[in-house]
């Protein structure tokens, strides 16, 4: 079967057996569609378009939304296939609706016109008119969204909202595509900030096909991204008309400035479309590839050309100023229009025109309003970026704005070529030598003088070239000229020299083009240092300057000699690049930075400012502010670790305060990194402090008249001779013999048993044990401590936050020991099999079960005290506490042991303190014990647990995408394990005692919140600056108050809306933490089940109970926090506000008593 | 023969360093280092190591008490520590052993990295053996590489 036959013959009779087949094969249309796609090739698919324009299956996807069906876009209708399918089939549809695409055609230059001269309400006529010929597009969309955005009419806006809301109908996916598209003018000022951060949102949160159609569709075009085409067609072909014929472009246009893409696709549709339509990215491209050469070559537009090229700035100014409004519209006038302007005067311009081309000025001068400007042009840019003049604008702004290697400065300059209606010399650049010659040949006999053609003509060859034409230049037009022409005849030192005098000149855009080649000439002159300073001293006068320059060419040759360097060029030219370019050199700028300070033979850099001597004071600055920082510096040796590198940099910001350099900005950066310093401090104070007894109510007036008494007892009674008595015996022998062997640190592992003690011995075993007890069980005793700041939420939270983060754990179902599958793995393990899947539900649901109670025994089993002493160790039922690791229990033998260290005339005080250090070292035994249980036992049990896990799921899902990502999940949560654990460990080292003077309130709320894991909105009334010794109880007290709303509120801590409000008035501090709970059905029924807490709320039996414990005993801790450790009068108020809220709130009447009494007037 | 290990995590570096010994001999000189700085200064310090066994995503000091997390992490602390071997003109031979199968959520895969490293720093890269602990795929290809070059 031949497919060049007559389309007439075809429908008339069945000569297309194939077709015929495939809608036969079935009544089901998507069946017939994708066997249609997967049988016929891609030019059988584009001959087909015709013959089934009208089939019931087939008319949607060719007529393409004539009917305004939004709610239709993107609904599958055509099925994917490889790329070349969908262009041919794309071009089969254009075809078809030729007619169609040429009204387009037409409206289209239409709008552009309009919207340049501001007749934006004909312009949204235009658009309804497109509308009702060719059908809704989300290009129309784009632009009419924008234009009702940039005139302002937000009741419009509205509208226009709702109406499409309501077109999308059910299809939530073209709703929001089509709210982003009509919401593309925004604010300049927040323009870029916005779109950087939605495009780092999208990238962040899709993949795949769905990233690729965001990225085309959504985000502000980057013509150096690349993007899959296929997978962009294969979503675009079920859009519109309009959406379709656009797509074709951009693919064209991409495909040819991009290397590696399918040659005869573009050829194909090129050759179509170079038939049916006249289109700018068409025929240029149907010319780049030696498909036509059919060029018009306009004497008014060579007239322009040639103006600007013999530097006749001030009569392009004047033309344009003097055209009509639908006169002198191309892209090309307005950029040479703006470059002319840098030079004389401005024209005087109104409406877009006139915005367009200021902005267009403040860019190519690199001013003061550049950021503005060139915010202004991008919005404008995204807003039409349907529209190729907004195109060709975007592409201009991509050359001025970044920093360009050659690669990508050819496809800027080539996209630019293509977008173009000009037919001027410069589409030589894209076309072959055959098509050049024809192009130079036609171009010649069109306008035999053109200026502009004869140097693209002699460009080579202008250095050694003489000719009338070029006595008509303007001097510094013509050096750099001949300059140019030097450097691509690599003729080098005569290029240099013009280029020299050149870079200095008053012209602005000659001035920053020449000093850019004169850049390239040093570099391949293997000057690099010379290139180094011609490129840092001009940025330094403005940074902006960047932009004009290679900086990867620069930062090559700077990374050549940064090894031997000790020039300060180096650091400083890589610094610019990673300032405004990218991150590519910023491992080279650690390494030049490291060897600027070596082979100058300083540490650090403020160690001898003699090495600056040779510099400009502007250079060192900018060294010191921007080389100079933190990620810099983070490599460097002599800065041993992060506070060494934020005390280095905090010197440095207070040297240029000191210098009146950037002043404002630097003393916030030495605020914050002194901050951060304290609140590293604060940290590890508090990570210091969570094991602790207050030790002094052994020697407070007030509390230690229990233990003299018995003191006193022991040394009336010591002064007794006891050498008879048989226990005095035995304990003594015993005792020599572990001293001569120097066991005495072991006296603790000896029990002596059934050893009566005379009246001396259990006087001191007595005042050991009270002593012990209060250390180990008092209000402000070990336990107490271990229970607030390590057992009550730290710990689980701390070592169960690495397989949350990972969605590892599974949640249990309420009232239930069985747990709620893992939606989130199971749905990337999905296999077709319903048992295997049961399986790793299983699996997920054991690894939860084990992991926590290994946390449980952790917490609830090890991290335990007993003091089992000997009188009573038969009689307890020891398995509760068999495997707690704080082991404080008191034998005989070692109360002894004891007693024979205190000397016989020691006092109350000294005999105490011996008691006290022989406690810490009984506490430091099991605190090795800990750390030790928990860095070999527990890292092993839990890694092992995570292990097991894995190789089950792997067994049974075999390899797959979804077992590939478990892998990388488990290895990141092992590796969070591990760091956390090392947290944890640290934990257990005994308190240092308080390093921070005193510090500001927000410091220990947000180490509470670091604490906790959890969002909390905070609103302060003012700062409170307290004293340092309160910095872990009120870390304490909000940590109690934070993991009480977490746990408490049955809600997952991103729906908790956690609030802390802090005021005083009159004297009363007032602490608010509020929280959203999962809804209860009677407010009232709810609070009276929180009595309990409320009358027991410092009663002092019951507070003593619940202290030590941990399960609703937050608000005993709160007690005692506020009222027996920080001495606080309060009154406290708590319970549901809402059926779906809850409140504590804290009256404080001595707050004053906490702070720093620098700040005691707050 | 001597090696030097750049790997934070606790559990792969232990198999790591068993099987190193499994197929080397005991003998086998192994030196541990838990972040890219360690690492980067030990490599500095002591340039005779026969090879570097290097991870991907490090930290940048060595977790302790005054680092709790390590400082900021890094996820292609292999990369930089390369780069900085080729700045420092070291050409320790270097394999990366990595858990992770893609960087930067799937936009870079290890075939990616294989590219890119080779391409950079042939002077010493050698290989990129992508770390399962449930499976011994990766024993094959780093017993492989280690043997191989021997």
Redesign the interface.
């Known amino acids: 079967m031949q497919w060049g036959i007559k389309m007439a013959k075809m429908r008339t009779s069945n000569k297309y057996p194939k077709i015929s087949g495939i809608l036969y094969s079935s009544n089901d249309g998507p069946k017939v569609k994708a066997k249609l796609f997967r049988d016929l090739n891609a030019y059988e698919l584009y001959k087909s378009v015709d013959y089934l324009k009208d089939h019931r299956f087939f008319r949607d996807s060719i007529r393409l939304n004539k009917n305004n069906a939004l709610h239709k876009m993107y609904g599958v209708s055509c099925p994917r296939s490889s790329l070349e399918k969908s262009v041919y089939w794309a071009i089969g549809v254009i075809e078809v609706n030729k007619d169609l695409i040429s009204a387009f055609l037409l409206k289209q230059d239409r709008i552009i016109s309009q919207i340049l001269n501001g007749d934006y309400f004909e312009c949204l006529e235009t658009i309804d008119e497109l509308d009702r010929v060719v059908g809704i597009s989300a290009w129309a969309i784009t632009i009419r969204g924008s234009i009702l955005s940039l005139i302002g009419d937000f009741d419009a806006k509205v509208e226009y909202a709702r109406h499409l809301d309501e077109l999308s109908g059910e299809n939530t996916f073209i709703s929001s595509i089509a709210k982003h598209i009509s919401s593309r003018y925004v604010d300049v000022d927040v323009f870029l900030p916005n779109a950087r951060s939605f495009k780092s949102q999208i990238?962040?949160s899709f993949?795949g096909a769905l990233l690729n159609l965001l990225l085309y569709k959504l985000t502000v075009k980057d013509y150096l991204q690349p993007l899959d085409y296929e997978s962009i067609f294969n979503d675009e072909k079920n859009t519109s008309l309009i959406d379709l014929f656009e797509c074709v472009l951009n693919y064209l246009a991409f495909s040819t400035c991009n290397v590696g893409h399918d040659d005869s696709s573009r050829v194909f549709a090129v050759t179509k479309l170079n038939k049916l339509f006249r289109h700018p990215i068409i025929s240029n491209i149907a010319s780049m590839l030696g498909l036509s050469c059919d060029w018009e070559f306009m004497a008014s537009e060579y007239s322009f050309i040639d103006l600007y090229t013999e530097g006749r700035y001030e009569d392009i100014c004047r033309l344009f100023e003097q055209a009509a409004p639908n006169e002198l519209l191309d892209f090309q006038y307005f950029e040479i229009v703006a470059k002319s302007a840098t030079r004389v005067s401005s024209p005087r311009l109104s409406g877009l025109r006139g915005k367009v081309v200021g902005s267009l000025i403040d860019i190519l001068e690199k001013n003061s309003k550049y950021n503005n400007s060139l915010s202004f042009l991008l919005c404008l840019c995204h807003s039409f970026q349907p529209l190729k003049w907004f195109c060709e604008l975007n592409l201009f702004l991509e050359r001025e704005r970044k920093s360009l290697n050659d690669s990508e400065c050819l496809k800027i300059r080539n996209l630019s070529i293509i977008y173009s209606t000009f037919n001027s010399p410069r589409k030589l650049y894209i076309l072959d030598q055959t098509t050049s010659n024809i192009f130079i040949e036609k171009c010649s006999e069109a306008i035999p003088d053109s200026l502009a053609l004869f140097l693209f003509t002699h460009k080579e060859q202008l250095h050694n070239t003489s000719s009338e034409h070029l006595t008509k230049i303007e001097h510094n037009r013509l050096s750099k000229y001949i300059g140019k022409s030097l450097l691509e005849a690599e003729e080098y030192q005569s290029a240099i020299r013009i280029l020299e005098t050149l870079a200095s000149c008053d012209d602005t855009l000659i001035c920053f083009e020449a000093s850019s080649m004169l850049v390239e000439a040093y570099i391949k002159t293997g000057k690099a240092l010379n290139a180094l300073i011609q490129f840092v001293d001009k940025c330094l006068v403005n940074h902006s300057f960047v932009y004009n320059y290679d900086t990867s060419a620069i930062c090559d040759i700077a990374?050549t000699i940064?090894?031997e360097s000790t020039s300060i060029y180096v650091p400083v030219a890589i610094s610019l690049h990673s300032r405004y370019i990218d991150d590519k050199y910023d491992?080279?700028l650690?390494?030049s930075f490291e060897m600027f300070l070596l082979n100058n033979k300083v540490e650090l850099p403020l160690d001898d400012l003699s090495i600056y001597t040779n510099y400009t004071e502007n250079i060192v600055n900018y060294f010191l502010e921007h080389a100079c920082i933190p990620d810099v510096m983070?490599?460097y040796?002599n800065l041993p670790?992060?506070?060494a590198i934020d005390d280095c940099r905090i010197s440095i910001c207070n040297y240029l305060v000191s210098k009146n350099i950037s002043k404002e900005h630097l003393i916030q950066e030495v605020k914050d990194r002194a901050r951060k310093i304290v609140i590293g401090a604060a940290?590890?104070q508090i990570?210091?402090s969570r094991i602790y007894s207050d030790t002094s109510i052994f020697y407070n007036e007030g509390s230690r008249n229990k233990y003299i008494q018995l003191f006193d007892k022991y040394c009336t009674l010591a002064s007794a001779n006891y050498e008879a008595y048989e226990d005095e015996k035995s304990l003594s022998e015993i005792y020599t013999l572990f001293k001569d062997k120097d066991l005495l640190s072991q006296a603790h592992t000896l029990f002596i048993l059934k050893l009566p003690l005379n009246e001396k011995n259990s006087t001191f075993l007595t005042l050991l044990q009270r002593i012990r007890d209060d250390f180990a069980y008092g209000d402000k005793g070990f336990n107490y401590y271990l229970s607030t700041r390590i057992r009550h939420g730290h710990l689980p939270t701390t070592l169960r936050k690495c397989v949350l983060d990972e969605q590892l754990v599974t949640k249990k179902i309420a009232n239930s020991n069985n747990f709620k599958p893992n939606e989130y793995w199971l749905g990337k393990l999905w296999i077709y099999d319903d048992k295997v899947m049961d399986k790793i539900h299983k699996a997920f649901s054991e690894f939860t079960l084990k992991y926590e109670e290994e946390i449980e025994t952790i917490n609830d089993k090890w991290l335990q005290i007993t003091s089992l002493d000997q009188s009573i160790i038969n009689l307890s039922d020891t398995k509760s506490k068999s495997e707690a690791i704080f082991d404080f229990s008191i034998g005989n033998f070692e109360s002894y042991a004891l007693q024979r260290k205190v000397p016989p005339t020691s006092n109350y005080a000294e005999c105490v303190k011996l008691i006290i250090d022989w406690l810490w070292q009984r506490t430091d035994i099991s605190l090795h014990k800990a750390r030790e249980k928990l860095s070999v036992t527990a890292?092993q049990r839990l890694?092992d647990l995570m292990?097991s896990l894995?190789?089950e799921v792997?067994?049974l899902s075999g390899e797959s995408q979804g077992a590939?990502?478990l892998?990388?999940a488990?290895?990141?949560a092992?590796?969070a394990l591990?760091?956390n654990l090392?947290?944890v460990i640290?934990w257990f080292?005994r308190s240092e005692g308080s390093v921070v003077a005193h510090y500001d309130i927000d410091i220990a709320i947000e180490i509470a919140i670091r604490s906790a894991f959890v969002k909390v909105g905070i609103v302060k009334d003012k700062s409170y600056n307290l004293d340092g010794s309160t910095l872990s109880y009120i870390v304490d007290l909000l940590y109690i108050l934070f993991e009480n709303a977490i746990s408490k509120s049955h809600l997952p801590k991103d729906f908790l809306e956690l609030t802390l409000k802090l005021s005083s008035e009159q004297n009363v501090v007032k602490v608010v933490v509020t929280n959203k709970c999962l809804e209860v059905s009677d407010i009232n029924i709810a609070n009276t089940q929180l009595e309990y807490y409320r009358t027991s709320y410092g009663n002092t039996d019951l507070h003593r109970k619940n202290i030590q414990g941990e399960g609703g005993t937050g608000f005993f801790k709160i007690y005692n926090i506020l009222k027996n450790l920080l001495g606080l009068e309060h009154s406290i108020q708590f319970g549901y506000i809402t059926n779906n809220s809850f409140q504590v709130e804290i009256n404080i009447t001595n707050f004053e008593k906490v702070l720093n009494y620098e700040d005691i007037n707050c | 023969m001597k090696i030097l290990i750049v790997e934070d995590d606790y559990d792969k570096k232990k198999i790591v360093t068993n099987y190193i010994h499994e197929i080397c001999g005991i003998g086998t000189e192994i030196t541990e280092r838990e972040s890219l700085r360690s690492g980067l200064m030990e490599l500095i310090k002591n340039n005779d190591y026969d090879y570097v066994i290097l991870d991907m995503s490090l930290p940048n000091f060595d977790i302790n008490e005054d680092e709790p997390g390590g400082g900021t992490p890094e996820s292609f602390a292999g990369r930089e520590f390369m780069e900085q071997m080729n700045l420092r003109e070291l050409t320790c031979p270097v394999i990366i052993l990595t858990q992770y199968s893609s960087f930067e959520r799937g936009s870079v895969s290890l075939e990616d990295l294989r590219n890119e490293f080779s391409f950079n720093y042939s002077k010493f890269y050698i290989g990129l053996v992508y770390y399962n602990a449930v499976t011994d795929n990766w024993k094959n290809e780093l017993a492989e590489i280690l043997l191989s070059e021997n």
């Open positions: 990238t962040r993949d990374k940064a090894k491992s080279v650690r390494f983070k490599l040796f670790n992060t506070r940290y590890k990570e210091k890292r890694l292990h894995q190789k792997f067994l590939t990502d892998n990388d488990i290895g990141r092992r590796a591990n760091t090392e947290q640290s080292t």
